[in-house]
């Protein structure tokens, strides 16, 4: 009994559940994706630049400040993609279970929403303030910053960050992510409220009485006919 309670649990508001965390899985997706592509397209980028410079010169490019919130930021949005995954599927293979975490699948997704603000915050100030540190030197003699600007140029290369496309789109794409994040967790919160849950098993409850009821009835029915059929064999006999 229990185990068929568990498999026909209702979920109140199931679509706008479904519908929210698939949004936020896709967002979450796109946030880990363009991130890992900034990654990538970063180190690609440097390896290019210091294979150009001649043998004797050294060239150094400091990115820490967008390379480690950028790397968090890949890390949170798809943790995002993977919990949604996961509530998702338990909506429809472990329901009785997802009905009674729902508020706790809400704080888990208003948790990782605040932690990509946290990190998408000072992303998108370094985004829109900094450059790259860029210094070369031959011999430990470093070289002034007009020559590099020039190697730069001539190397069609930028220093600046916001005018890396790349890096654009994770100081853009990821606030999405950060909207459909916190309306899932919304109506995760709200679905799980009791009032909720208390008004999707009252609809529930008619609807099983009614099948019981009718099936006590059929049997009913279905005796008294039994009984008719056999009374004339008897008189006869």
Same mark, same amino acid.
């Given at each position: 009994?229990?185990?068929? =309670?568990?498999?026909?649990?209702?979920?109140? /508001?199931?679509?706008?559940?479904?519908?929210? /965390? =698939?949004?936020?899985?896709?967002?979450?997706?796109?946030?880990?994706?363009?991130?890992?592509? @900034?990654?990538?397209? +970063?180190?690609?980028?440097?390896?290019?630049?210091?294979?150009?410079?001649?043998?004797?010169?050294?060239?150094?490019?400091?990115?820490?400040?967008?390379?480690?919130?950028?790397?968090? /930021?890949?890390?949170?949005?798809? /943790?995002?993609?993977?919990?949604?995954? !996961?509530?998702?599927?338990?909506?429809?293979? &472990?329901?009785? $279970? @997802?009905?009674?975490?729902?508020?706790?699948? +809400?704080?888990?997704?208003?948790?990782?929403?605040?932690?990509?603000?946290?990190?998408?915050?000072?992303?998108?100030?370094?985004?829109?303030?900094?450059? @790259?540190?860029?210094?070369?030197?031959?011999?430990?003699?470093?070289?002034?910053? +007009?020559?590099?600007?020039?190697?730069?140029?001539?190397?069609?290369?930028?220093?600046? $960050?916001?005018? !890396?496309? $790349?890096?654009?789109?994770?100081?853009?794409?990821?606030?999405?992510?950060?909207?459909?994040?916190?309306?899932?967790?919304?109506?995760?919160?709200?679905?799980?409220?009791?009032?909720?849950?208390?008004?999707?098993?009252?609809?529930?409850?008619?609807?099983? =009485?009614?099948?019981?009821?009718?099936?006590?009835?059929?049997?009913?029915? &279905?005796?008294?006919?039994?009984?008719?059929?056999?009374?004339?064999?008897?008189?006869?006999?």
């Amino acid at each position: 009994m229990k185990l068929l =309670s568990s498999s026909t649990a209702i979920i109140p /508001l199931k679509a706008a559940v479904l519908g929210s /965390l =698939s949004m936020a899985w896709a967002w979450g997706v796109i946030a880990g994706s363009v991130g890992l592509n @900034a990654l990538i397209k +970063s180190n690609q980028e440097k390896s290019r630049l210091k294979k150009s410079v001649p043998a004797p010169a050294v060239l150094t490019i400091d990115t820490d400040d967008v390379f480690q919130s950028g790397v968090v /930021l890949t890390v949170v949005g798809a /943790l995002i993609a993977v919990l949604c995954s !996961i509530f998702i599927l338990m909506l429809f293979f &472990t329901r009785g $279970y @997802a009905a009674r975490s729902l508020r706790t699948q +809400s704080l888990i997704l208003a948790f990782c929403a605040t932690w990509l603000l946290a990190t998408l915050i000072p992303f998108t100030f370094f985004f829109a303030t900094r450059s @790259a540190k860029v210094s070369a030197s031959i011999g430990g003699v470093e070289l002034p910053a +007009s020559i590099i600007k020039q190697t730069e140029k001539a190397l069609g290369s930028t220093s600046v $960050y916001r005018e !890396i496309g $790349y890096l654009r789109l994770v100081a853009i794409l990821p606030w999405i992510t950060i909207l459909f994040t916190v309306i899932a967790s919304g109506v995760l919160f709200t679905a799980g409220s009791p009032a909720r849950r208390a008004h999707a098993h009252a609809q529930a409850s008619p609807a099983d =009485s009614t099948t019981a009821h009718e099936t006590r009835t059929d049997d009913g029915l &279905t005796e008294e006919k039994g009984d008719k059929s056999t009374t004339p064999t008897a008189a006869a006999a």
